[in-house]
């Protein structure tokens, strides 16, 4: 159907030659001439949001890590612990739904406050810690993150499961930067991780978003 008169225009579209392939669509060089071309497609394909709204113990991840994808982002934004200070930790869980072994994590973790420069360095712990002394307070931004992870599904190599982070947030009102990394030191074929338990060290979750993409292309 072509534009109003009232539009006052006067152009012509040239369609290819060519006929459409599958999932195919139009494209204009500016000049009507029209081609078919790929659909435009991200680098990120969001695969899960969670909103926490009340206070809970801890949240699980639906089952995101498959052989679809290497490696994800995860942004959690404006997590809120229920008591003042306390610090952001994850875990993997296994197809079945069992917390992946407890003495495998291995960490680094950097943090810059008002009281200076910090590091905390774990072997064989039984969590991940991203973040220390988050404030409860709403008003001081409470913490918010970018977690990269890495995971080679069921491969049996001992560093397929990866990850690190960077992120800000508030203590007692002092501006507070954290990032880290590390690896998970067990055998993937044998209990291969598909969710993620984010959660505080001391009381609940107050309030947090997440959102989880698949990170696509030649990764």
Known sequence: KSPPHSAGQSYTLTFPSTAPASNKMLQTDGSGNLSFVDAPSGTHALLEA??????????????????????????????????????????????????????????????????????????????VQMADTISSSVDNGAGN???????????????????????????GGDAV????????????SNDPPEKLRFYF????????KLAIYGITGAL
């Open 50 to 127: 969670i909103n926490i709204s009340s206070q809970v113990s801890h949240i699980d991840t639906s089952a995101f890590i498959s052989s679809t994808y290497k490696s994800y982002l995860i942004i959690g934004r404006m997590f809120r612990p229920q008591d003042n200070a306390t610090n952001i930790r994850f875990r993997g869980i296994e197809v079945g739904g069992s917390l992946m072994n407890s003495t495998n994590y291995n960490y680094q973790q950097l943090y810059v406050n008002n009281g200076g420069v910090g590091r905390n360095y774990h072997s064989s712990a039984s969590y």
């Open 201 to 208: 060290d001391n009381g609940n979750i107050y309030y947090g």
């Open 145 to 171: 993150f970018a977690l990269y992870f890495n995971c080679d599904r069921a491969t049996g190599s001992d560093s397929a499961m990866t990850y690190y982070w960077q992120g800000g947030g508030a203590t």
């Open 177 to 188: 930067y954290f990032a880290g990394g590390g690896w998970y030191d067990g055998i993937i």
